[in-house]
């Protein structure tokens, strides 16, 4: 029910961009997480279905997130001057009546 795109190689100091589509349910809260150095799950950034947002001190100021609600809920994440330390396997996630995950995709920053 989720789908995510995006992701890859990215240099160091550029622009790393996820997309996800979700569909079959009325989702709420919204957003994506990666894995950290200690494999466990960090909240990147969150968005409601009014648009409110949250991030994670590790990327606010230098990220967006957005949400398209038509027909399919697409999620959108940009984080900006990416470093080593972005890299990471990134999953979204949408709250219904529980929680739903994509699956994740690769983002490594390397020259």
């Known amino acids: 029910q989720l789908q995510a795109s995006g992701g890859g190689l990215v240099q160091p100091g550029g622009s790393l961009r996820l997309s996800c589509a979700a569909s079959?349910?009325?989702?709420?809260?919204m957003g994506w997480s990666r894995k950290s150095a200690g494999d466990q799950m960090e909240m990147v950034a969150v968005?409601?279905?009014?648009?409110?947002?949250?991030y994670a001190d590790s990327v606010k100021g230098r990220s967006t997130i957005s949400r398209d609600n038509s027909k399919n809920t697409i999620i959108d994440l940009q984080i900006n001057g990416v470093t080593v330390e972005d890299t990471s396997v990134y999953y979204c996630?949408?709250?219904?009546?529980?929680?739903?995950w994509g699956q994740g995709t690769q983002v490594t920053v390397s020259s």
């Open positions: 996630w949408a709250l219904a009546d529980q929680i739903y």
């Open positions: 079959g349910r009325n989702f709420a809260n």
């Open positions: 968005i409601s279905p009014e648009g409110v947002k949250v």
